[in-house]
């Protein structure tokens, strides 16, 4: 895998799926959330995660994420789910895309 992984076609893939929340405040479209603690670790300074640390999030979680919690840990606390629950699912997603054969 490449450190810097990017791959427009992958983050459509994820966009394309449902919140991983699934509640019933979802609304908007779908984003490709990069994560902010990825699963393999590989984000520097001031980097985003690669694509493939990637999972999807309805416009509302995906801002509340960002602008009410601030992190990850808190955002899924909220949600009654484990503080790695966002990097299982990333990796998940990764490991049955079709794009992760491209890398290989």
């Not at 995660?49 to 840990?73: F, K």
């Amino acid at each position: 895998m490449k450190k810097n992984y990017k791959n427009r076609n992958y983050l459509e893939f994820v966009s394309r799926m449902r919140c991983i929340i699934l509640h019933k405040s979802c609304n908007g479209a779908t984003n490709a959330h990069h994560l902010l603690k990825p699963y393999d670790g590989a984000r520097g300074m001031g980097m985003r995660a690669t694509d493939n640390n990637t999972i999807p999030l309805c416009y509302y979680h995906h801002s509340q994420l960002h602008n009410v919690h601030g992190n990850e840990d808190k955002f899924w606390k909220q949600y009654g789910l484990s503080e790695d629950f966002g990097r299982i699912q990333a990796k998940m997603f990764w490991d049955k895309s079709p794009y992760r054969k491209e890398e290989e």
